[in-house]
């Protein structure tokens, strides 16, 4: 299977020398994101058994002992990809914004997934993975906050790879809204992914309605390059002036924490997506026990204000909505 991907906002990604930009989009980067979204899945499957979820993404993405069901390359035009200094935190009108050099955005690469030898198919498990990756997820350093979002802009494949049905899924159809093609995406995972019910709160993140917020608004940012500012950055700023960077959101453990008392990757996904009609944003909360138990409650009321918030006043049309009750740490 063949993916042409699109760079829709800068990738922040070092090589083996964090001080220097790689020379190309590396593979390890791209695995460690499918193996995290693969994880969401498997959950789904496997539940709180994290010993299972670990037998089952190490029979699918290899491990020691044991190769992957599944060969990623990935494939640059004729030229290496152009970088570019990009602000890490643009919100910020002064001062020091980090400057800091990326793969520039409107580029695209080739990435190429094929089967291990012996093996004709690409496992479903897979193929959900990279799905959710390329329209929930990113790519690189601040890949939670908008930065290093992909789209995959066609998708080709022997049909013995992948049948047509699976291969439509990885492009949006021109007829197709943001929300109606995220529908159509979680729609299929969800039908080949059957889920088993969990008795408890996950310990990880599982994509489970339950326990899973995906939210797209409705307002759109062009997507047309003029001179000047990034065009990205039209879609971006905004965000974290009304809502990130304003009370009462501001610089709140609820959205990840690292301290004395230990520390927690956010629980917060911002993806920006795009289609004919230019940028959308995209926001996927995870609910999980992975919280400080003794201000459980209040960290994830606090992420419910901040979504019903974005939903009220940015034209948030939900995908998912998650439904269970605030967990209080019991």
Known sequence: ??????ITTPIFLGGSDA??????????????????????????????DVAA?????????????ASSLVRFQVQEGKQLLETADRYMLPHRQSGNKIMSETFAEKQRFLLSITPRPGLKTIPDEILAALLL?????????????GYGSLRCVRATAATDDVSPDKLALFTVKSEETLSDYLSRVLGWVQAAMPAQPLAEW??????????????????????QQEQGTPVYEKAMVPFWHEF???????????????????????PFHWHIGQTKMGYQWVFTTFWSQSVRQYDSRRNWQKVNDLLTAIADEAEGKWVWQHVAEVYDGR
Not at 244 to 266: F, K
């Open 53 to 65: 979820l670990k037998t089952a993404e190490n029979n699918l993405m290899g491990h020691t002992g």
């Open 133 to 145: 990756w390329l329209n929930l997820g990113g790519l690189g350093k601040r890949a939670r906050r």
């Open 202 to 223: 996950p310990e990880y993140p599982i994509l489970l309605p339950e326990y899973t917020a995906v939210l797209v608004s409705q307002r759109t940012y062009p997507s």
């Open 1 to 6: 299977m063949n993916l042409v991907i699109e």
């Open 244 to 266: 990130l960077r304003a009370h009462p959101y501001l610089d709140d453990s609820a959205y990840g924490y690292a301290d004395r008392n230990g520390r927690r990757a956010s």
């Open 19 to 48: 001080r220097q930009l790689a020379t190309l989009v590396r593979i390890p980067s791209i695995r460690g994101q499918v193996r995290y979204w693969l994880r969401a899945v498997l959950g789904r499957r496997v539940g709180n």
